[in-house]
């Protein structure tokens, strides 16, 4: 069970000072959860997402599904001044395909889920390396 996630794209910070900040962040600050309580460290996982540098992909349609190859990418969508992002990981644990993959990185952007399909939208993928 989800109990925190923030993370940073492009952060300003070393890897161990973004991790701690992540960390932090995510325990305290995401807006989805009560912060985490003291009680609750012992049966808390921590999974950290380390991501490679995100590559921009054209995706007009069904023939380009092939660039997205689920469990190994995740996706960042930007249109406008929304942006979404889902991990790899999150693809795999929902059974997305990459349609589906595309439509709920849209709506983690809060944009309409075929948002992809429009001039103007980005969409970029990224590897992501998981330590827990």
């Known amino acids: 069970m989800l109990r925190g996630c923030i993370g940073y794209i492009d ?6 000072e973004t991790i701690v900040k992540a960390s932090i962040a995510s325990a305290t600050e995401d807006p989805r959860f009560t912060p985490v309580k003291e009680r609750e460290l012992d049966n808390i996982t921590v999974e950290v997402t380390i991501l490679d540098h995100p590559e921009q992909i054209r995706v007009a349609g069904k ?14 969508i930007e249109y406008g001044h929304n942006k979404g992002v889902l991990l790899p990981q999150v693809a795999v644990e929902e059974s997305l395909d990459p349609e589906d993959f595309l439509d709920a990185t849209c709506e983690k952007a809060g944009l309409h889920p ?15 390396y998981v330590f827990g």
Not at 11 to 16: A, I, K, S, V, Y
Not at 63 to 76: P, R, V
Not at 121 to 127: E, G, I, L, M, P
């Open 11 to 16: 952060p300003p910070w070393e890897l161990r």
């Open 114 to 128: 075929k948002c992809w399909q429009k001039d103007g939208c980005k969409v970029y993928r990224f590897a992501g």
């Open 63 to 76: 023939q380009d599904f092939g660039k997205i190859e689920i469990g190994k990418h995740g996706l960042i």
